[in-house]
Nanobody, 117 residues
Framework: QVQLVESGGGLVQAGGSLRLSCAAS????????MGWFRQAPGKERLFVAS????????LYEDSVKGRFTIFRDNAKNTVYLQMNSLKPEDTAVYYC??????????WGQGTQVSVSS
């Protein structure tokens, strides 16, 4: 199994920045991809960004392109989400997800991001 612990959420004004971190432990050698999802109140959990653990290739949901950057530190088994130019509609609980080579996925506990207008 892989355990994930997120940190870095908080309250910020529109236009501000936050950096989320997700530290993985356990069977980290099995990780093939890590990503971020978010869930606003009353809505489903949606994809935000992902990164291939081996080649670093990243993907983004359209609304965050150019504002958010996902990057990794393999030595620390940590993935980050740098969020700039935040908007009120970015308010959500942000979840880290890890996918391992056999296909199983693991989730973190989530961290709250609130953006005030």
């Amino acid at each position: 199994q892989v355990q994930l612990v997120e940190s870095g959420g908080g309250l910020v004004q529109a236009g501000g920045s936050l950096r989320l971190s997700c530290a993985a432990s356990g069977r980290t050698f099995d990780i093939s991809q890590m990503g971020w999802f978010r869930q606003a109140p009353g809505k489903e959990r949606l994809f935000v960004a992902s990164i291939d653990w081996n080649n670093g290739r990243s993907l983004y949901e359209d609304s965050v392109k150019g504002r958010f950057t996902i990057f990794r530190d393999n030595a620390k088994n940590t993935v980050y989400l740098q969020m700039n130019s935040l908007k009120p509609e970015d308010t959500a609980v942000y979840y880290c997800r890890s996918r391992v080579k056999m296909g199983a996925v693991y989730w973190g506990q989530g961290t709250q991001v609130s953006v005030s207008s």
